[in-house]
């Protein structure tokens, strides 16, 4: 392994035009964490007082911002609550968790999971090592290890993003510490302040019995809210004006196949673009042409004081209908029903596709590198009968929390660490962007670039990890706010180099996900959230993939008009038959409890 | 007109098993926009070794092949090892072999009945094993299906060239050695491929019984890579569908992975050619 590191840092170093400064830099970065106690230049005494020893200085290299480097800038840690950092020589708190690990979780050369530059700082300061029990990359892959876990009884101290039907499971086995008062005891005020404003919803997936079993995973406001993304470029060739109803949307998306103004071979061009998930998704939904109508296949509406499952409702019919009639007038991809989200990608890459509903990242960058012409722009969703304009939205407390082993010694600990990283990542003064040679890379030019590496696969939830973790729902929207307010307003040669990297954005494209993320925020009115907010109940998990299917193909057999939309009503009994009752019927007891 | 339409066939059913593989490597010397614009079949767009280079560089690849082959080449010397030493007594008759019967459906009870994932893996854990190279060697060490194979084989092998090395005066480990395996190289070449390819492909068992993600090898690695995953369950930020939804590298992932176990196939090749000339000439 020497030998390959070696070789691939030197290549990378190569590879990216670095001169000698940054090496020399790197060098001394990621590997010589023990020896660089002291920040370079500056005497250090060779058996360090905490009490005399600063922060920074404790940490050396490991210590986030780079105030050394030309138009650098400092990271102002918070401050620790008492008795830390730990005396030296000090045994650290071994804690054991799961991570979630997949191509994104990246490191320096030499460190790993359990030992990078966010680890380190946590061992000196807080005295807590976390050590990996083990890791998984997809559900599956969680799902059979935590049954394992479970199943031999050897559970990790600390569990990341433990499945819905496992953690169910787990607090039935008594396996999981109930962390009620621990919560009270040791969050800080800020984040109980902060998760109180949002009610019942921060603990919906984690409470059993009144008790809470796990911190939940927070994920940004509005982030799966979809808008229309449109290519202004086609738009303008075509004189076609932004549509601001669904029947306007019809004709642009006619109009759009008809002129095939589409980059692939003749009659390849796609009016709207849609792909088999049919309800709410991360790419490509047409839940902005549904929940004008009501109704979100997969969400529980409340009618005349009952929960129902909008999938089977008399509503439906209607928004069927309409698509039905647009499939045939050819807007969507015939094999629209065949393709899966992240496949449908590849039509507005190609630039195949002119017009699709997607969360704030819609603006593609493959798009616009295979085509320089490309122009993209967002509007607001276009309106349905009687001027609805409504899209699904989701309660953004998720499922899947990050759990306790029963008997876990030192829950206070998590605690701590989350208050801290809390602190340092929402308090936007703070300056905290990583670490120097990790996370981005200084230039001849005395500029940095991204090195693609982030800090956030090295920490634990509910801040960083895989994903997005944060304690706000609003963290987001408030850094988006921020940078574009506060760091804008600096002319541009003053700013440092962090911040011209974050604002610098020659393509547009990052620049147009942040406005369409305020955009969404500033419609988020038209949410449509589903009104069942509970873990899934015992039918839903013994009968929920045979209910889904048959919506699936009910649903999409009619759209295509594979089956006739007659045939409904036999579907809504077919559903009910199959256990869909039962699903009301505890849906419905889980409603009545609540309110 | 036969053979042409024969060969004519031939010819396109090879193309057919051949494109999804020239597809994949043109993927991977692709650059990352026309491969996701799916413009690339059979020859890279806007070639690049960046997707190899980008790779490689990394690091994990690199630990995860040399599990892998170190995997293939312990686990397949050990098949081989204990498949030959189990076939060669249970070829022998029930005079020769008492209670070879006994023997018999101890290895045909183990190959027809599992205990389950959940008692296997707490086993593999009780026995320590959990995390070493030996959890994926040693719980699968006798291949029962080829221990039968083989036992076939050796029955085929005429008696009488046992007979005449044992008046000889050679032991039953001395006709093992000099009469039964130098006449079953083919039998052997074969088990030794399906023994490479089954440890070089497997991959749920690194999976489950490799906790640290370092000691992953190559199969179970790759698939942390290209497993689709479900984007909307986790949350990710922009940047993270980009990166995620490169199909290059994956491509690039997938090659690298692919191609060592290929390259053992055409070295095995002649032993294949060997075996079918030995047969007909015994015929």
């Given at each position: 392994?020497?030998?390959?590191t070696?070789?691939s840092r030197r290549h990378f170093?190569k590879?990216?035009?670095?001169a000698?400064?940054?090496a ?11 020896e ?12 360090p007082?905490t009490?005399t020893q600063?922060v920074p ?7 986030p ?8 800038w400092?990271?102002?840690?918070p401050?620790?609550?008492?008795g ?8 650290p ?14 490191f ?5 999971m ?7 700082m ?5 005295g807590?090592?976390l050590t990996?029990a ?7 892959e969680?799902t059979?290890k ?5 199943a ?11 499945p ?6 787990m607090?039935?086995a008594?396996l999981l510490?109930d962390?009620?008062d621990?919560?009270t ?6 984040w109980q ?11 919906i997936?984690?409470?059993v019995?009144g008790r809470?079993y796990?911190?939940?995973?927070v994920?940004d406001?509005?982030h799966n809210?979809?808008i229309?993304w449109?290519?202004q470029?086609?738009f303008?060739?075509?004189s ?6 669904l ?6 998306a006619?109009?759009?196949v ?15 673009l ?40 008399e509503e ?10 647009w ?10 029903f ?10 507005v890459?190609a ?5 699709h ?7 593609w ?8 012409e490309?122009?993209w ?6 309106a ?6 409504a899209?699904h939205?989701e ?8 759990c ?8 206070d600990?998590i605690?701590t660490?989350t ?11 703070r300056?905290?962007?990583?670490w120097?040679?990790h ?5 001849e030019?005395g500029s ?18 895989r ?6 729902p609003?963290h ?6 921020y940078?574009?307010?506060?760091w804008?307003?600096?002319p541009?040669e003053?700013r440092?180099a962090?911040?011209?990297?974050s604002?610098?954005?020659p393509?547009?494209?990052?620049i147009?996900g942040?406005q369409?993320r305020l ?8 949410g449509?959230i589903?009104?069942?907010q509970?873990?899934p109940?015992?039918t839903m998990i013994?009968r929920g993939?045979?209910l ?6 009910n649903v999409l057999?009619?759209i295509?008009?594979e ?7 036999e579907?809504?009994?077919?559903w009910?038959n199959l ?5 009301t ?6 409603w009545a409890?609540?309110s | ?17 051949l ?16 491969s ?23 690091g ?7 599990v892998?082959v170190s995997?293939?080449?312990l686990?397949?010397?050990i098949n081989?090892?204990m ?17 070879r019967s ?14 389950g994932?959940i008692?296997?893996?707490?086993v ?5 094993l959990?995390?070493?190279l030996?959890a994926?060697v040693?719980p ?17 092998i ?14 039953y ?6 009469v039964?395996l130098?006449?079953?190289?083919p039998?052997?070449a074969?088990l030794t491929l ?6 070089w492909?497997?991959?749920f068992?690194g ?9 992953y090898p ?6 942390t890579?290209v497993?689709?995953?479900n984007?909307?369950?986790?949350t990710?930020?922009?940047?993270d569908?980009y990166?995620l939804?490169?199909?290059?590298i994956?491509?690039?992932n997938?090659?690298v ?5 290929l390259i053992v196939?055409?070295?095995?090749q ?6 079918i ?5 015994k015929?």
């Amino acid at each position: 392994m020497p030998n390959g590191t070696h070789f691939s840092r030197r290549h990378f170093l190569k590879l990216s035009g670095t001169a000698g400064a940054t090496a020399l830099i790197a060098a001394c970065g990621p590997g010589g964490a023990p020896e660089a106690e002291s920040s370079a230049g500056e005497s250090s005494d060779s058996t360090p007082q905490t009490a005399t020893q600063s922060v920074p200085e404790l940490l050396g290299a490991d210590m986030p911002g780079s105030p050394n480097s030309p138009r650098g800038w400092t990271t102002v840690l918070p401050d620790l609550p008492e008795g830390l950092p730990p005396a030296p020589g000090q045994e650290p708190i071994e804690i054991s968790t799961t991570r979630r690990v997949d191509a994104q979780t990246k490191f320096g050369e030499g460190d790993s999971m359990e030992n990078n530059p966010w680890s380190r700082m946590i061992e000196k300061l807080f005295g807590v090592k976390l050590t990996v029990a083990w890791t998984w990359s997809s559900g599956d892959e969680a799902t059979t290890k935590y049954n394992l876990a479970m199943a031999s009884g050897d559970m990790p101290d600390y569990l990341e993003t433990v499945p819905s039907n496992i953690f169910v499971k787990m607090v039935e086995a008594n396996l999981l510490e109930d962390i009620t008062d621990a919560y009270t005891m040791y969050a800080s005020q800020r984040w109980q302040d902060t998760w109180a404003e949002y009610g019942e919803l921060p603990w919906i997936f984690t409470t059993v019995d009144g008790r809470k079993y796990g911190l939940p995973r927070v994920e940004d406001l509005a982030h799966n809210d979809n808008i229309l993304w449109y290519r202004q470029d086609w738009f303008d060739a075509l004189s076609l004006d932004v549509p601001q109803t669904l029947e306007e949307l019809h004709d642009t998306a006619v109009a759009i196949v008809e002129a095939d103004i589409g980059k692939g071979a003749p009659g390849t061009t796609i009016g709207l673009l849609a792909n088999k998930s049919f309800s709410a998704t991360w790419f490509g939904s047409i839940d902005p042409i549904w929940a004008p109508h009501g109704v979100v296949p997969n969400h529980w509406t409340e009618v005349g004081g009952e929960l129902v499952f909008d999938a089977v409702r008399e509503e439906m019919q209607e928004p069927l209908a309409l698509l039905n009639q647009w499939y045939q007038d050819g807007i969507f991809r015939e094999d629209f029903f065949t393709i899966n989200t992240s496949d449908s990608i590849q039509d507005v890459a190609a630039s195949q596709c002119g017009i699709h509903y997607t969360p704030s990242w819609g603006a593609w960058l493959d798009t616009v590198r295979n085509d320089p012409e490309t122009v993209w722009a967002f509007a607001d969703n276009p309106a349905g009968p009687g001027g609805v304009r409504a899209r699904h939205t989701e309660n953004n407390f998720r499922s899947s929390p990050f759990c306790f082993r029963k008997g876990m010694e030192h829950v206070d600990q998590i605690f701590t660490i989350t208050n801290f990283m809390h602190e340092l990542t929402e308090d936007y003064d703070r300056r905290f962007h990583g670490w120097e040679s990790h996370n981005y890379e200084w230039q001849e030019d005395g500029s940095v670039a991204a090195t693609g590496i982030s800090w956030h696969p090295w920490a634990i939830g509910p801040i960083g990890t895989r994903g997005s973790g944060m304690i706000d729902p609003r963290h987001v929207a408030n850094l988006i706010d921020y940078q574009l307010e506060e760091w804008g307003k600096i002319p541009a040669e003053e700013r440092d180099a962090y911040q011209t990297l974050s604002l610098e954005d020659p393509t547009g494209v990052s620049i147009l996900g942040k406005q369409s993320r305020l955009f969404i925020l500033e419609t988020a009115e038209q949410g449509k959230i589903t009104e069942y907010q509970s873990l899934p109940t015992p039918t839903m998990i013994e009968r929920g993939s045979d209910l889904s299917k048959l919506v699936e193909e009910n649903v999409l057999g009619m759209i295509i008009g594979e089956k006739p939309l007659s045939a409904f009503d036999e579907f809504v009994e077919q559903w009910t038959n199959l256990g869909g009752d039962l699903v009301t019927q505890e849906v419905n007891e889980w409603w009545a409890a609540r309110s | 007109m036969f053979d042409l339409g024969n060969y004519l066939f031939l010819f396109l059913f090879g193309l057919a098993c051949l494109f999804p593989m020239v597809h994949v490597i043109a993927v991977s010397l692709s650059n990352r926009a026309a491969s996701m614009g799916g413009f690339v079949t059979l020859w890279p767009l806007g070639t690049t070794f960046q997707n190899y280079l980008e790779i490689l560089e990394a690091g994990p690849v690199y630990r995860a092949f040399l599990v892998s082959v170190s995997r293939t080449v312990l686990g397949t010397s050990i098949n081989m090892a204990m498949t030959v030493l189990a076939a060669y007594p249970l070829s022998k008759s029930s005079e020769e072999l008492k209670g070879r019967s006994v023997f018999m459906w101890i290895v045909l009870i183990a190959m027809l009945f599992n205990g389950g994932l959940i008692p296997w893996w707490m086993v593999i854990r009780n026995l320590g094993l959990l995390n070493s190279l030996w959890a994926l060697v040693l719980p699968g060490a006798l291949p029962i299906w080829n221990v039968i194979l083989l036992m076939n084989f050796f029955r085929e092998i005429p008696k009488e060239l046992e007979e005449a090395a044992i008046i000889d005066g050679a032991s039953y480990w001395g006709t093992l050695w000099y009469v039964f395996l130098p006449l079953s190289v083919p039998a052997l070449a074969t088990l030794t491929l399906f023994a490479a390819v089954f440890h070089w492909n497997a991959w749920f068992d690194g999976m489950v019984l490799i906790m640290d993600n370092a000691k992953y090898p190559i199969m179970t690695f790759l698939r942390t890579v290209v497993v689709d995953m479900n984007l909307q369950i986790l949350t990710v930020n922009m940047e993270d569908i980009y990166n995620l939804s490169d199909r290059s590298i994956r491509a690039a992932n997938i090659v690298v992975a692919t191609v060592p176990i290929l390259i053992v196939y055409p070295f095995l090749q002649r032993y294949f050619i060997h075996g079918i000339r030995l047969g007909a000439v015994k015929g």
